[in-house]
C-alpha cells in the first residue's frame, strides 16, 4: 500500500468568467471553507486550466470579495478592469497546504484515502484506493483488487471507518456488491 504525501498546495477554487468592468471575477468554490479561503488579504496561487502551477507560480492577494449565487465574486490586488480579470478566466486557484483548516473529527482529506488499504468489517481484502470521484449523489472510492476494481459508493452504510494513522478503510458493502 503506497500512502499518499501531503500536496503543498490545494485546489480550492475555479475562476469561470469576468464579472462587470472593474476586475472582478466569479469563482465557483472548490473547498469546504470558502469563507476563509476567499476572505480580504488570504493569498492564492494561479493554476492553469489544469490546475497545474507554473514554474514560478503568481501569488494573488484578494482584495475584496463576496458571496454570490453559488460561488463568489472576487477581486485580486493589481486586477482593476476587465481585460486583467479576462487573463484569469478558465484558470484554478490554489492555496497552500499549511493554510488550509485542518479537517475536523471524522473529516478526511481525498488525498489521504489513495492508498489506503480497503478490507471489509470481516477482514476480508478488497483492494487498495486508486482514486476517489466526486459526483453529485455520493462520492466513489475506486478500488483495485487482485481480480477486479471496486466502485465503492462513499457513504456511511458502506464505509465504516477510515484509519490515516493505520492507512485503512474499513468497508461494509451489501451482499453481492463485492461479487460484480
Known amino acids: 500500500m503506497g500512502k499518499t504525501e501531503a500536496p503543498q498546495h490545494l485546489v480550492v477554487g475555479h475562476v469561470n468568467k469576468s ?5 472582478e471575477v466569479f469563482v465557483w468554490p472548490l473547498t469546504d471553507h470558502p469563507e476563509s479561503t476567499f476572505a480580504s488579504g488570504a493569498s492564492l496561487l494561479l493554476g492553469d486550466g489544469e ?3 507554473p514554474p514560478e507560480p503568481v501569488v494573488l492577494v484578494i482584495a475584496e470579495s463576496r458571496a454570490y449565487r453559488r460561488g463568489f465574486l472576487v477581486r485580486f490586488e493589481g486586477v ?3 481585460a486583467g480579470s479576462e487573463a484569469l478566466r478558465d484558470s484554478y486557484v490554489l492555496r497552500d497546504f499549511d493554510q488550509v483548516e485542518t479537517p475536523e473529527q471524522g473529516e478526511v482529506f481525498y488525498h489521504d ?6 478490507v471489509t468489517v470481516d477482514g476480508l481484502r478488497v483492494g487498495e484506493v486508486v482514486e476517489v470521484y466526486e459526483l453529485q449523489a455520493a462520492d466513489l ?12 459508493p462513499y457513504v456511511s452504510s458502506m464505509v465504516r471507518s477510515v484509519d490515516v494513522e493505520q492507512n485503512r478503510v474499513v468497508l461494509d458493502p451489501p451482499d453481492g456488491l463485492l461479487d460484480i
Open 80 to 82: 482593476h478592469d476587465r
Open 141 to 152: 472510492l475506486e478500488i483495485r483488487g487482485p481480480d477486479k476494481t471496486h466502485m465503492i
Open 113 to 118: 484515502l489513495l492508498g489506503m488499504e480497503a
Open 19 to 23: 464579472h462587470g468592468t472593474k476586475g
Open 51 to 53: 490546475a497545474a502551477l
